[in-house]
Structures are given as structure tokens and as C-alpha cells.
């Protein structure tokens, strides 16, 4: 139960072509994340965002829930958002 209140830090960034936002697993900390975003993005905008949850169903859940606050917009909240498999895809297509 105790793991469940952990804060664990969560990378969201967009394909600045398309707008398509990807949430990859960060890590623990908030500098593990950080790091993990700038090795792997390889010059791409991120944020790094805290949720108590390492669940990436979950995750995707409440980051389109703020989504939906934020904008009012049904559509825009329930916008797919990519992971870690198809940001690699993404990056191999982009260096190529």
C-alpha cells in the first residue's frame, strides 16, 4: 500500500511535427528523470511530471485528465498518447 503513495517522475514531450504527445517512465527521482529525458530525447522539449503512480495505464490516465481540466475539450483529453515503444520508432524514423 505504501508503494502506491510514492511520487514517480513521468517524461511527457510532443513530436513537434505532428503534436503527438508520448509519456515515457522517468524514474524515482525527479535528476533520474532528468537524465533519462536528455540522454534518450535527444534534443527534444519535455516535462517532467510527479505522479504517485508507476502504473502506465494509469499514468495516461490521469495525464489525459488533466488534459481534459486544462482545455475543456473532450477531444483533445482523449488524444492518444505514444510510449516508450513508439517514441524509439519515432526517433529511429527521425535519424534516418
Not at 533520474?32 to 534534443?43: H, N, V
Not at 505514444?82 to 527521425?94: D, I
Request: proline share 2%.
Amino acid at each position: 500500500m505504501q508503494e502506491s503513495r510514492r511520487k514517480y517522475y513521468w517524461l511527457i514531450t510532443r513530436d513537434p511535427e505532428t503534436g503527438k504527445p508520448f509519456l515515457i517512465a522517468g524514474g524515482n527521482t525527479e535528476q533520474e528523470c532528468r537524465e533519462k529525458g536528455l540522454e534518450m530525447l535527444g534534443g527534444l522539449d519535455f516535462e517532467i511530471r510527479g505522479l504517485y503512480t508507476r502504473n502506465l495505464a494509469r499514468a495516461s490516465s490521469m495525464v489525459r485528465g488533466e488534459r481534459l481540466e486544462d482545455t475543456h475539450s473532450l477531444k483533445t483529453a482523449s488524444e492518444r498518447i505514444g510510449h516508450e515503444r513508439s517514441l524509439n520508432r519515432y526517433m529511429k524514423r527521425r535519424t534516418a
